[in-house]
């Protein structure tokens, strides 16, 4: 095997060890980064890694299409075909591959395909764990794992390593490095993927941090003190799938501060007893910074998940990593009114209760336009201009030109930079705006509508405006009433209810409740609910519910 270490990877990792330039001194707890790890943007280079796929293959798994039949070497359509990231089935195969990025690196691994959602693409991602050589567990620069992502749903092909790119610019704020890639598989070229660092005791290791800190990537995970989160005395999950189906476990052993953190976020009930369990458990200038990165670049989908959580093994603090901004920057009209602002993340506790805080959300403004300065409409199209000799001329030949036109990744690649200052824009025009809510309806002599009482985080007054009708578009309504108050209806422990009276026969009906300031209509906001009708049409705010028959 021909492997050297570059010099600039080792005098990366000797500045990482030594501290950095968002360290805080003092601190132990504290989470470094270093740019001198990462690839200029202004050189950025693809590398290129050819597979290869002994037959039989010596790892073993039952074939795709038949479940049920003994085991036989794993092939690559049993990894082409593992399809449900939730299930069993979860096929590798024993690879060899060669790997050309500045060095040359010959290595073998276990490879499997990766992802959620993408897993139903054409195209496909894969991971490839890299067995140690000698003593050195991680052989490609202190990594030891390749996560090639080919993104079918990002039609620029560049999202990924554009923001992670351009996280590494901004302070206190730890990045991932990722690595533009030309793949094939036994001499058939796949086409560009984008390979992004995994976070694990290795990403420590290359930041000088301490390898037994622990690390969560977030699955499902609200921040909500769930059963499913509970640990043992020695800090083991009580039921460790299930901990894992919520946050799940990439390093460390003892997770006895996630219980706690979770246990004390539930029980702050004031602002004050809020502030403290925050400033114990959260460092400040991380979260402010990553909630800004993320109304900067539009990425929505990181209510729940798209994050890792970072616990020194000798601090009680929690740090956020950003993952996975593939989807940054979408199309606004294809999302409910609800994620356009602060209501984004209202439905997550900890988040709630940090933004309900005045000052909190000044900050947050602040941060917001401080990230702008580096992450902006001009400062994006220059970059992207530096992506697009090496994008442009693959996503115009096989494999990928098959599965994206270039006219569809031309609009799409214009499109995304005018974006990244709407959504800017898009903030601070819904600062004032109130917050979405969960509706709920029973029935007992009549249609009683509930739903949860609508925030106004500046305190001016919320009426509402009502609709109920057999249709999710509600033609010829049931009910329609605008402006209701507390002269009608009843508030208390934030909840609303309104007995309407109004009886109806059994069937299928749609509800809607829609929440406006008193002295300014245009400041409105709908109920978390979908309904997705069909034909692919979706209903933001409307929940449907039945009445049965007596």
């Known amino acids: 095997m021909l492997k050297t270490r570059s010099l600039a990877i080792a005098v990366a990792l000797l500045m990482a060890a030594c501290g950095s330039y968002n360290n805080k001194s003092g601190d132990s707890g504290y989470l470094v980064d270093n740019p001198a790890l990462y690839e200029d943007p202004s050189a950025v280079s693809v590398a290129s890694v050819s597979v290869s796929i002994p037959k039989p293959n010596p790892l073993m798994c039952r074939p795709f299409n038949n479940l049920s039949a003994p085991p036989r070497p794993c092939t690559l359509d049993d990894i082409k075909h593992d399809t449900n990231p939730e299930d069993d089935y979860k096929p590798q195969i024993q690879v060899s591959l060669r790997l050309v990025d500045n060095n040359i690196f010959d290595l073998t691994g276990r490879m499997s395909q990766k992802g959620k959602s993408t897993r139903k693409a ?32 990002d039609r620029t092909r560049m999202r990924n390593k554009l923001f992670f790119d351009f996280f590494v610019d901004v302070p206190g704020f730890n990045s ?57 005395s020695d800090g083991k999950p009580v039921n460790k799938s299930a901990f894992n189906a919520h946050l799940e476990i990439q390093n460390g052993k003892n997770h006895k501060n996630v219980a706690r953190m979770l246990a004390a976020i539930e029980r702050a009930k004031s602002d004050g007893e809020f502030m403290k369990v925050f400033n114990t458990y959260f460092d ?56 356009w602002g602060y209501s984004l993340y209202w439905g997550i506790p900890l988040h709630r209760k940090f933004l309900s805080i005045a000052q909190n959300r000044q900050d947050l403004l602040a941060r917001v336009q401080e990230v702008h300065q580096i992450i902006n409409s001009a400062s994006v199209a220059a970059r992207m201009g530096m992506y697009r000799p090496i994008v442009e001329p693959r996503i115009r030949k096989l494999p990928d030109s098959a599965h994206l036109t270039y006219d569809r990744w031309q609009k799409e690649y214009n499109l995304l930079i005018p974006r990244i200052d709407q959504n800017v824009q898009l903030l601070f025009a819904r600062v004032g705006y109130p917050m979405p809510f969960w509706q709920e309806v029973s029935y007992d002599d009549g249609l009683i509508l509930k739903w949860e009482e609508s925030i106004d985080l500046e305190g001016d007054a919320v009426v509402y405006d009502v609709r109920v009708a057999d249709n999710p578009a509600f033609k010829h309504p049931i009910i329609d009433q605008k402006g209701l108050d507390g002269s009608v209806l009843k508030i208390a422990n934030q909840t609303v209810r309104w007995e309407t009276g109004r009886k109806v026969g059994p069937g299928r009906y749609f509800m809607e409740v829609i929440a406006r300031e008193r002295d300014n209509p245009a400041h409105y906001q709908k109920a978390f609910d979908v309904y997705e009708g069909p034909n692919d049409t979706v209903y933001f705010g409307v929940l449907e519910f039945t009445i049965g028959s007596k």
Do not use: C
Request: hydrophobic share 35%; glycine share 6%; net charge negative.
């Open 122 to 153: 054409p195209q496909k991602s894969f991971r490839i764990k890299l067995d140690p050589v000698g003593d050195d567990s991680a052989p490609y620069n202190g990594e030891a794992t390749l996560q090639l992502n080919k993104h079918p749903y």
């Open 176 to 232: 991932l490095r990722t690595k533009f890639f030309d793949m094939d598989i036994d001499g058939k070229y796949y086409g560009l993927f984008t390979h992004i660092e995994r976070v694990d005791a290795h990403y420590l290791a290359r930041r000088g941090l301490p390898i037994d800190g622990r690390i969560y990537k977030a699955q499902d995970f609200a921040f909500m003190n769930l059963p499913e989160m509970a640990v043992d």
């Open 284 to 339: 400040r200038e991380n979260y402010l910074t990553w909630l800004a990165v993320n109304f900067v670049t539009g990425n929505r989908d990181t209510i729940n998940q798209n994050f890792y959580l970072y616990n020194p093994k000798d601090s009680k603090k929690f740090f956020f990593i950003p993952w996975d901004y593939d989807g940054a920057s979408r199309d606004i009209h294809k999302s409910p009114e609800w994620e």
